[in-house]
């Protein structure tokens, strides 16, 4: 089955071809960050005139390199949600047209799932079952997946995300946006001893996370110590975020007695929290996966991966209209197979 998959919850424009026999056939992304850059973080309405502009040249490139034509779809999928609803809307109505056009079936894919499997389109995919660490942009959450759309929730933010907390302590520290690469690389060059940083809710005995209390104390520590020390405080923070998120990841997998962590989603990049993290768990005999850097940020390969493992269990879209969800539960997803 050979499923065209189209990603635009947000500021990345995403299209990806996938194959269920051969895999990933063919990938191209756009990205929007020059473009909010500006603003200090994202605009909607800049974003969804910008997907508009992208979608059909980024789909019309995919094809081409893979060489083959829109008559060879067997299906399509979009992200669905969640994520901005204009943003949304130009996937949708485009996936959803298209589908139509070729009388083929269309899916809805949500985005968190879409990040959860990206690391089954690997060399070395993990079997399920599995606890999902999924720390994108707005999410922080811990999960066990038994299968596909087989997830129950251990644990997630009170408040900001991780990917949040380190977007606004890069934006203390002068760093612009996006900031987590920026203060990833900031902390590279930092002390993280010279500044002690809470470690919020890390011995608070269930999955749930705390970052707000992070960031206030990393407010305060600027506005203390001056100019001067920016590559510290970030290594401290850093240190600190990771702690809480590596604590958590582990004391899920022992509660439910897994072996296998998965990692996904844009803070899953970072090389501090892999470095730790496969440390820490190979000293508890747990494997841990991540998808390709490439993937962990927005992307269609991550849509087109999802949407075919939907398509392939028979599940489409109940209507020809495009219905988008900016609020969506992952764990109210259904079961597949």
């Known amino acids: 089955m050979l499923v065209l998959g189209v990603e635009s919850s947000c500021d990345e424009t995403g299209v990806a071809l996938y194959d ?31 997907h508009i502009r992208r979608v059909l040249p980024l789909t019309h490139k995919v094809m081409d390199e893979s060489v083959r034509t829109l008559t060879d779809l067997d299906g399509i999928a979009y992200t669905q949600g969640p994520g901005l609803a204009g943003a949304l809307l130009v ?36 079997e399920f079952p599995f606890v999902a660490l999924l720390v994108s942009g707005g999410h922080t959450q811990l999960m066990q997946v038994a299968g596909v759309g087989r997830y129950a929730l251990l644990g997630e933010t009170l408040d900001d ?40 809710m890390l011995n608070s005995g269930d999955f749930d996370f705390s970052f707000s209390g992070l960031k206030t104390a990393v407010l305060t520590l600027v506005k203390k110590a001056g100019a001067g020390v920016a590559a510290d405080i970030a290594a401290a ?11 958590k990841s582990l004391a899920a997998c022992a509660h439910v007695s897994a072996r296998r962590l998965v990692v996904a989603g844009g803070v899953g990049a970072n090389a501090r929290l892999r470095d ?7 000293r508890r005999g747990i494997e841990v996966f991540y998808p390709r850097l490439e993937f962990c940020t927005d992307n269609g390969a991550m849509i087109a ?19 988008v969800r900016p609020r969506w539960e992952l764990a109210a997803l259904d079961a597949v197979g």
Not at 182 to 187: E, G, N, S, V
Not at 276 to 282: I, K, P, V
Request: cysteine-free; glycine content about 14%.
């Open 305 to 323: 991966f999802a949407g075919a493992q939907r398509l392939a269990a028979g599940v489409v879209g109940d209507d020809m209209g495009f219905p």
């Open 20 to 50: 269920t026999e051969r895999g990933l056939v063919a990938h191209a992304l756009h990205s929007q960050v020059a473009m909010h850059g500006e603003y200090g973080g994202v605009v909607p309405e800049l974003a969804s005139r910008d």
């Open 161 to 200: 995300a991780a990917g949040e907390a380190f977007d606004k302590t890069a934006q203390l520290l002068g760093l612009g946006y996006p900031g987590g690469p920026a203060l990833a690389k900031l902390a590279a060059s930092g002390d993280a001893a010279r500044f002690s940083l809470p470690r919020p």
């Open 91 to 126: 996937g949708a109505g485009m996936a959803r047209a298209l589908a139509y056009a070729l009388g083929i079936p269309a899916v809805g894919v949500h985005h968190l799932e879409g990040h959860l499997l990206s690391p089954l389109i690997s060399d070395t995919p993990p």
């Open 237 to 247: 923070f850093e240190a600190a975020a990771v702690d809480v998120l590596v604590g």
């Open 276 to 282: 730790q993290l496969t440390r820490e768990a190979a």
